[in-house]
């Protein structure tokens, strides 16, 4: 009988952890919580420590949402059927791409990190730091001397009663810097801030659109999440460099009633015909290439730099990080050929996987029009072909 019981056990413990989730069920909070939990538990203690700080780095920057409730629900749609090793993958990318001292590979530096709340209270919180409140450092980015100064680097710090700098290591406090000029915002950036050595934001001018700024001024706010505080500080009207905010180029104005006057030949008095522009000797496929590139790579003014298309509208409209090309996180080309070229013009089709800043894929299939300017193709159209 007791053999029989201890079989039945077996089997029972057997059943239980063949059970466990190994990959994210994002398909709600709770089953989203219970994969994970099932997943961490797998994992050796000092792996648990860095899982749990890869989906707090994911979290708070690998997703945009307002709240801890839309940020896990964010969360679990970009991790739905991922597996250990793919989210710490994506947190190391992430991490690189914010500039945050952060690695998979490293010991553990983050303190405790619970994305879903601390269930119980730990032997020590690394992020419940007692401080009264904050103070912004403000330093000039040092140009030459006919530009000026190219940006500002603003720095939080933590503060005591006496308005002391607070010391502290080992947290990974959410800290949010927010932009704005004659109350319009321009920008909002998340930082960890994990000692009082924090380098802090680093803005330049020529990032700041011009046309958004009120008399060459800007308004910053802070905020930093200890465990138990929201402290936050704001600092108006501070000046920057007008002359090194980012301008537009000027539009090209065509006047389109404008007739082309024929030349003549000087022999017979005929007119002839007006030459022909001159054909570019750049391969087309080598422009939409190097566009692509600069998608993928966020450098969007280079990219807008390359196209005249009408329909893109102005760099705002072109980079927005929503409904234009500043959504974009990565681009894989996986096929690109030129069916059209000739009389300065051409088709460039090209096949790519496209992935957006919530981690979604999409196949596409685009038709890239283009046109001879100056020996150089501009991107002029641009057709997405149905699948």
Do not use: H
Request: charge should be neutral; proline fraction near 5%; glycine fraction near 6%.
């Amino acid at each position: 009988m007791k053999f029989i019981k201890y079989c039945l056990l077996v089997t029972l413990l057997m059943f239980t952890i063949s059970c466990k989730k190994t990959k994210v069920d994002g398909s709600n909070r709770m089953s989203f919580q219970e994969s994970i939990n099932d997943m961490a538990s797998s994992l050796p203690t000092l792996q648990q420590v860095k899982f749990n700080e890869a989906l707090y780095i994911l979290k708070t920057f690998g997703v945009e949402a307002d709240g801890d409730i839309a940020e896990i629900a964010a969360l679990g749609k970009l991790l739905n059927g991922k597996k250990t090793a793919e989210i710490l993958a994506m947190a190391d990318e992430v991490a690189q791409k914010n500039g945050i001292a952060w690695s998979s590979n490293a010991p553990p530096s983050l303190g405790q990190m619970n994305i879903f709340g601390n269930d119980a209270a730990t032997e020590k919180d690394f992020n419940d730091i007692e401080a009264a409140g904050l103070n912004i450092v403000i330093r000039n980015i040092a140009g030459d001397s006919l530009t000026g100064s190219k940006g500002l680097i603003i720095i939080p710090q933590l503060i005591d009663n006496n308005g002391r700098k607070v010391d502290f290591e080992g947290a990974a406090l959410e800290t949010i810097l927010e932009v704005s000029s004659g109350g319009t915002k321009i920008s909002t950036s998340k930082n960890l801030m994990q000692d009082n050595a924090f380098r802090g934001f680093t803005i330049t001018y020529s990032s700041l659109p011009k046309e958004k700024i009120f008399e060459d001024q800007i308004d910053i706010k802070l905020s930093v999440k200890t465990t138990k505080k929201l402290l936050q500080m704001s600092k108006m009207g501070i000046p920057v460099n007008g002359n090194a905010l980012y301008t537009p180029p000027v539009p090209e104005v065509v006047d389109s009633l404008a007739v082309a006057q024929p030349s003549v030949d000087p022999e017979t008095g005929e007119a002839l015909a007006p030459a022909a522009p001159k054909a570019t000797n750049i391969d087309p496929k080598a422009t939409v290439n190097k566009f692509l590139y600069n998608i993928s790579s966020q450098n969007l003014k280079a990219a807008y730099d390359i196209a005249e298309n009408p329909n893109w509208g102005s760099y705002d409209k072109f980079s927005n990080p929503n409904s234009g090309f500043g959504s974009v996180k990565k681009i894989v080309v996986k096929n690109i050929a030129v069916p059209y070229n000739k009389d300065n013009s051409a088709n460039v089709n090209v096949t790519y996987d496209l992935t957006d800043k919530n981690g979604k894929v999409s196949s596409l299939n685009v038709t890239y029009g283009l046109k001879a300017v100056n020996n150089n193709w501009k991107i002029t159209t641009y057709k997405i072909n149905n699948p």
